[in-house]
Structures are given as structure tokens and as C-alpha cells.
């Protein structure tokens, strides 16, 4: 306990006797920062073996999702992902993490600052207006079916099997349908696909073959929305730099810059369109003054 009070989880009240202060919810498996708390700090073992890593690598950047840190610290072929999904705690937690809320209050969501109304038409309540990929529980979907309920069309969350026979109900008009995004995309000639946080967890070679396979389900109109951060060319504050680490040590992948963004999509059979942010973002005030919406079509 003298560890606990010290660090400012609890406060001794007298001998034996403590009161629990709001950090020790970090503590607490069944809160939601506790379960973020269980998923982040189960990466402590790869951080430690990057050094042994990168010293039989020859201090190369690992380029390849199937062998990077993470596989070198657990010693599995399996990528991490995979090997999430062999670990129901883990995954629990993971998916807990997906649904928090990120930044501030004041943050507004991508639907807000992007033309979402005019850009998201479809001419029939049986066309599919948005598939999300990579969606994990469908927080994103349920979010922007609240926010504009008169936007027709149907609403796809697209995830590994796990991630989806977890899900317990979705609102109507929207569904779950389990996807490997490595395999062919099975809905085709939707207005829009969407990827949040899902390229910066693959190197080029792998979220090239992800676009692709969007690409080729792609029709004339179809757009490609990705809501990532985009890492500044120069000066990158701590945030960023420690996001680009982690993927780089879990993922062999990164942060990208606009630049490499838009060469990634050129690869991929894609042109980039389109840059959105938040005000505050775009005035330096959002918490997460990185991120930002990119549209994409389909190339000529």
C-alpha cells in the first residue's frame, strides 16, 4: 500500500486505514480505463526487447507486419493482431480502448467538419452509404447515424470474427459483417468506405494491399474516407513521435506524413481529393491537433 499511496492511487486516511483516490480506477478491471490500462501496459514487453531486436536486425526499420518486434518479443509468427485474438482478456480490453473517447470535450468528430450531408447521397434506402473497416463494435457508424438520421441508405461494420461475435446489437440500418480487409472487399460500389486507425497499423506493402482491395470494389462515385493522424513533415510533438514508436515496435508500420499518404493511395489505384480538419485542429486548439479526414477516389 505505501507503493499505491505514493503514486497518488490512494491516500492514508491512519494506521491500516485508506481511501481510494480517481486514479485508482486504473486499477479496477471492470472500468474502462482500467481495461485500457490492462491493453497498454501489456505492451511493456515488447518496448523491453528492442534493444536485443534491432541488434539482431542490424538497426534496421522493420518493414513487414509478420516480423516485427512484437512477433521477436513473442516469440509468434502470428501477426498482433492475430495473436490479440488467442487472448480473450486482452481482446476485451482492446476493444474497450476502441470505444473510449478521444481528445477533449470540445473534439468534434469527422461527420462534423467533413461535407458529410452533400458528400454521402445515395438515391435508394437500399444502397449502402458507408462501410466502415476495421470497425470494430460499430461506435463510429452508430455515432454518425445519430448525427444525421435522415441520411439514407444502410451502414456496414466490417471486423475479424471475434471482434464481431461480440457486438449484441446495432441500431436498424446498420450490420455486422465479418471481413478480412486482405481479402477481396464483398460489398461493392458503396459511396463510401471508411478506415479509421487502420493503415498506421500496417507497413506499405500491407495497407497497400488493403486499399487495393477497396479499389477494386470501388464505383465511379465511390469515395475513400481514412480518419488517421497525419504526422507534420518537421517538428512532430511528443505525441505523435510516441504514436509512430508504438506502431513501429507492434506494427513494423508508422505515422505517416500527407506526402507519404498520398503516395501510399497513388500505389494503390487511388488519388487524393481531400483534406479535412476541426476548426479547433486547423487554429492548433483540438487535443488531437494531428488528425484529420483524407477523401480519396478512384483513380481515371
Given at each position: 500500500?505505501?507503493?499505491?499511496?505514493?503514486?497518488?492511487?490512494?491516500?492514508?486516511?491512519?494506521?491500516?486505514?485508506?481511501i481510494?483516490?480517481p486514479?485508482?480506477?486504473?486499477l479496477v478491471?471492470?472500468?474502462?480505463?482500467?481495461?485500457?490500462?490492462?491493453?497498454?501496459?501489456?505492451?511493456?514487453?515488447?518496448?523491453?526487447a528492442?534493444?536485443s531486436?534491432?541488434?539482431?536486425?542490424?538497426?534496421?526499420?522493420?518493414?513487414?507486419?509478420?516480423?516485427?518486434?512484437?512477433?521477436?518479443?513473442?516469440?509468434?509468427?502470428?501477426?498482433?493482431?492475430e495473436?490479440?485474438?488467442t487472448q480473450?482478456?486482452?481482446?476485451?480490453a482492446?476493444?474497450?480502448?476502441?470505444?473510449?473517447?478521444?481528445?477533449?470535450?470540445?473534439?468534434?468528430?469527422?461527420?462534423?467538419y467533413y461535407?458529410?450531408?452533400?458528400?454521402?447521397?445515395?438515391?435508394?434506402?437500399?444502397?449502402?452509404?458507408?462501410v466502415?473497416?476495421?470497425?470494430?463494435?460499430?461506435?463510429?457508424?452508430?455515432a454518425l447515424?445519430?448525427?444525421?438520421p435522415?441520411?439514407?441508405?444502410?451502414?456496414?461494420?466490417?471486423d475479424?470474427?471475434?471482434?464481431v461475435?461480440s457486438?449484441?446489437?446495432?441500431?436498424?440500418?446498420?450490420?455486422?459483417?465479418?471481413?478480412?480487409?486482405f481479402?477481396?472487399?464483398?460489398?461493392?460500389?458503396?459511396?463510401?468506405?471508411?478506415?479509421?486507425n487502420?493503415?498506421?497499423?500496417?507497413?506499405?506493402?500491407?495497407?497497400?494491399?488493403?486499399?487495393?482491395?477497396?479499389?477494386?470494389?470501388?464505383?465511379e462515385d465511390?469515395?475513400?474516407l481514412?480518419s488517421?493522424?497525419?504526422?507534420?513533415?518537421?517538428?512532430?510533438d511528443?505525441?505523435?513521435a510516441?504514436?509512430?514508436?508504438?506502431?513501429?515496435?507492434?506494427f513494423?508500420?508508422?505515422?505517416?506524413?500527407?506526402?507519404?499518404?498520398?503516395?501510399?493511395?497513388?500505389?494503390a489505384?487511388?488519388?487524393?481529393?481531400?483534406?479535412?480538419?476541426?476548426?479547433?485542429?486547423?487554429?492548433?486548439?483540438?487535443?488531437?491537433?494531428?488528425r484529420r479526414?483524407?477523401?480519396?477516389v478512384?483513380?481515371?
Amino acid at each position: 500500500m505505501r507503493f499505491v499511496v505514493a503514486m497518488g492511487f490512494f491516500k492514508e486516511l491512519g494506521p491500516g486505514r485508506y481511501i481510494a483516490l480517481p486514479l485508482s480506477n486504473a486499477l479496477v478491471s471492470s472500468a474502462p480505463f482500467g481495461q485500457a490500462m490492462s491493453y497498454v501496459t501489456s505492451q511493456n514487453g515488447v518496448i523491453l526487447a528492442l534493444p536485443s531486436y534491432f541488434a539482431q536486425n542490424g538497426y534496421k526499420s522493420p518493414d513487414d507486419a509478420y516480423d516485427s518486434p512484437f512477433q521477436f518479443a513473442h516469440n509468434t509468427k502470428l501477426h498482433a493482431f492475430e495473436w490479440l485474438a488467442t487472448q480473450p482478456r486482452l481482446q476485451h480490453a482492446f476493444n474497450v480502448l476502441m470505444t473510449m473517447p478521444r481528445g477533449g470535450p470540445n473534439d468534434q468528430k469527422w461527420f462534423d467538419y467533413y461535407p458529410t450531408a452533400s458528400k454521402l447521397q445515395v438515391t435508394s434506402t437500399s444502397e449502402v452509404v458507408l462501410v466502415d473497416i476495421g470497425g470494430g463494435v460499430g461506435h463510429d457508424v452508430i455515432a454518425l447515424q445519430k448525427r444525421f438520421p435522415d441520411l439514407r441508405g444502410q451502414y456496414i461494420v466490417q471486423d475479424i470474427p471475434v471482434v464481431v461475435d461480440s457486438i449484441t446489437s446495432l441500431p436498424t440500418g446498420i450490420s455486422a459483417q465479418k471481413h478480412d480487409f486482405f481479402s477481396p472487399q464483398p460489398v461493392k460500389n458503396a459511396k463510401a468506405y471508411y478506415l479509421s486507425n487502420i493503415l498506421h497499423d500496417w507497413p506499405d506493402k500491407q495497407a497497400r494491399k488493403i486499399l487495393h482491395n477497396i479499389t477494386d470494389a470501388m464505383g465511379e462515385d465511390s469515395l475513400v474516407l481514412i480518419s488517421e493522424n497525419v504526422t507534420p513533415e518537421e517538428n512532430v510533438d511528443i505525441y505523435s513521435a510516441s504514436a509512430d514508436f508504438a506502431m513501429m515496435a507492434n506494427f513494423s508500420a508508422l505515422e505517416r506524413t500527407e506526402k507519404q499518404f498520398k503516395e501510399l493511395l497513388d500505389s494503390a489505384g487511388l488519388r487524393l481529393v481531400g483534406v479535412y480538419m476541426s476548426e479547433n485542429a486547423a487554429n492548433g486548439k483540438d487535443e488531437q491537433k494531428a488528425r484529420r479526414l483524407l477523401e480519396a477516389v478512384k483513380k481515371a
